[in-house]
């Protein structure tokens, strides 16, 4: 088993439980006037929320690390500072989902993103301990399996998710990293 697919494993045992104990309303409307976010939303929309929170949170703490590190190239450090300026509004985006979705459906859908679940594909030791070249070549090492990890993710999501929101949101995931991985392959290659 690759160290990636073990928060997968953990996200389902929430979903299985969330869905088992009748918390995810799966398409069911709030009887109030729904917003958009509140309307439709199933366990694959709860794991995704609940996943792709720590990861981004572990993209915007590796791009601190880098940011903190003198000498960093200019076109590297602008890449550090787009990744926390993206996916930092996304994450309150999907802490607000899941606080709507728990006003809605009980306190089991808001579960600490972070308990157990942080991204283990990532050893960002390498990152913290590098200096120079060095660390921009780590940097965008990790960030390019770190946003395959998105990827995966948000395309999961679009496969069994049903909220219009999250679904949005996992669209523009794999569009925007898509296209940051390719550009992070054109910076690699003058390493």
């Not at 770190?146 to 219009?164: F, K, T, V, Y």
Request: proline content about 4%; charged content about 20%; some cysteine.
């Amino acid at each position: 088993m690759n160290r990636r697919s073990v928060p997968w494993l953990s996200a389902l045992a929430v979903a299985s439980a969330l869905t088992l104990t009748g918390c995810v309303a799966g398409g069911r409307e709030s009887a109030s006037t729904p917003t958009a976010s509140t309307a439709a939303f199933a366990s694959a929309d709860v794991m995704f929320a609940m996943m792709m929170i720590p990861h981004h949170q572990q993209a915007v703490a590796m791009s601190d690390a880098l940011l903190a590190k003198p000498g960093i190239d200019e076109p590297v450090r602008d890449l550090a500072e787009a990744i926390k300026t993206a996916q930092q509004p996304e994450i309150e985006l999907m802490e607000t989902w899941l606080d709507d979705w728990t006003t809605e459906f009980g306190d089991t859908v808001r579960m600490t993103p972070g308990d157990g679940m942080m991204m283990a594909e990532m050893d960002t030791s390498a990152l913290e301990e590098a200096s120079g070249a060095d660390a921009e070549r780590v940097f965008l090492e990790e960030m390019i399996v770190h946003h395959e990890g998105a990827i995966e993710m948000s395309q999961a999501l679009l496969d069994s998710g049903e909220n219009p929101e999250a679904l949005a949101l996992a669209r523009s995931i794999i569009t925007d990293q898509t296209n940051e991985v390719a550009y992070i392959r054109d910076l690699l290659s003058e390493y």
